[in-house]
């Protein structure tokens, strides 16, 4: 807002009587001030509160520190000290969630002096009384909740997950796992039904059973994976700062966790291999059942260890932190240039990836054989990954 328009709403607002002033509560309209300004109406000259020094008294008050209020009200720590800091305003949302989590009015939080005591109340009409036992208090409507809630929050000695994290982290890790696992299964049954060697011997249903199998297990994988990513992209907007809550023997859980997840993967993968490996030179067969069994393990053994490393990873609450700040600024255009770099090649390899895949189909790069030509994706992943690591570790030198 204008400082001109903020000047205007002060002044219509400083010329309304006090009783008035003070009736006024949650439900009213935000006006974001300049901030730091004095008392306009020419009579006091006193200097008046503005919305940081409230916010800042109200949390001091509280023995509160910037990192629980911002995973109260769901945002940033560096939202809250912009806040205090008189740089930014939060939004009407935001406001009402602190006036009812401190139990103030919104005219007190914006336009008033939290550290001034409240005037006495006024003594309720007959209609105000009615109104007050059918939920209302006279004034707002519908009494807020904040009302029940103790003039002193209770901070507890040890911190708690307030916000659901763990949980939803479980979830997360559960669904992702799952849905990679499933793709990869889907790939390795859709093998028992490969024309070369099909379990069905040679039957003109091959195809058609290849087919389905192979999107069955694509469906149920994407069923899996996109709904996890935008419910953890949704958590993360909600939930910019979360306070860490984890303990050591939590910390030690994860890590046993990671390591039994990383070998089980790791030996599930090795066995696949070693089929492969025997069926192709003691039975002299490569295609049709051991290539579906050593895609079967290999998508349990990566099952396991993207379940394990994600587990492990939810407890690095500092990282969740920076990465859900990093997105908050990408969304308002403030990518950093190891973002765009690592995005541009990215975009190059899986751009030429596509290109040599397209050319590998059509029989351009392999005429004989181009059952294999979708491999060039995985591999394209894999660069992007390893360009990821490569501009990360340059940049941080």
């Not at 919305?51 to 800042?56: K, R």
């Not at 940033?76 to 989590?101: F, H, V």
């Not at 069955?216 to 907007?237: C, E, N, R, W």
């Not at 997840?261 to 291999?273: K, L, R």
Request: some cysteine; charged content about 15%; aromatic content about 6%.
């Amino acid at each position: 807002m204008q400082p001109q328009v903020a000047r205007t709403l002060r002044l219509h607002y400083l010329k309304q009587p006090k009783v008035g002033r003070q009736a006024s509560r949650c439900a009213g309209t935000v006006v974001a001030m300049p901030p730091h300004h004095q008392d306009v109406n020419g009579e006091s000259g006193e200097e008046i509160m503005t919305f940081s020094d409230n916010l800042v008294s109200l949390r001091a008050n509280r023995h509160m520190t910037q990192e629980q209020l911002a995973m109260l009200v769901g945002v940033s720590r560096q939202a809250i000290s912009k806040w205090e800091s008189g740089k930014a305003y939060p939004e009407m949302d935001k406001l009402l969630i602190i006036c009812d989590l401190f139990t103030v009015s919104l005219d007190d939080l914006v336009l008033g002096d939290v550290t001034q005591p409240a005037p006495p109340a006024v003594r309720p009409t007959s209609q105000d009384t009615v109104l007050m036992h059918d939920g209302h208090d006279g004034y707002n409507g519908p009494v807020s909740m904040a009302a029940s809630l103790p003039s002193q929050p209770v901070m507890p000695n040890v911190a708690q997950d307030m916000t659901g994290y763990d949980s939803h982290m479980r979830q997360f890790a559960a669904k992702i796992s799952l849905g990679v696992g499933a793709i990869i299964l889907g790939v390795g049954l859709a093998q028992f039904f490969d024309p070369a060697n099909s379990v069905l011997g040679s039957s003109p249903a091959n195809d058609a059973l290849l087919f389905i199998v192979l999107a069955i297990g694509v469906l149920i994988g994407l069923a899996l994976l996109i709904p996890a990513g935008l419910s953890h992209d949704q958590f993360m907007k909600r939930h910019p700062y979360i306070e860490d809550f984890y303990t050591e023997q939590d910390h030690n859980h994860a890590a046993n966790l990671l390591a039994i997840g990383v070998i089980s993967g790791i030996a599930a993968i090795f066995m696949g291999v070693v089929v492969m490996v025997f069926a192709d030179e003691a039975l002299h067969v490569d295609d049709g059942w051991p290539a579906a069994i050593m895609l079967i393990l290999i998508g349990i053994g990566v099952t396991s260890i993207v379940y394990a490393g994600i587990m492990y990873a939810r407890i690095n609450v500092d990282a969740y932190n920076n990465h859900a700040e990093e997105d908050e600024q990408g969304q308002h255009g403030h990518n950093t240039d190891q973002d765009s770099l690592t995005g541009a090649v990215c975009g190059i390899i899986m751009l030429i990836a596509t290109c040599f895949g397209l050319l590998w189909l059509f029989g351009i790069i392999s005429p004989n054989d181009s059952s294999m030509f979708w491999i060039c994706w995985p591999i394209g992943g894999i660069l992007c990954g390893i360009a990821s690591l490569v501009i990360n570790i340059v940049k941080r030198q």
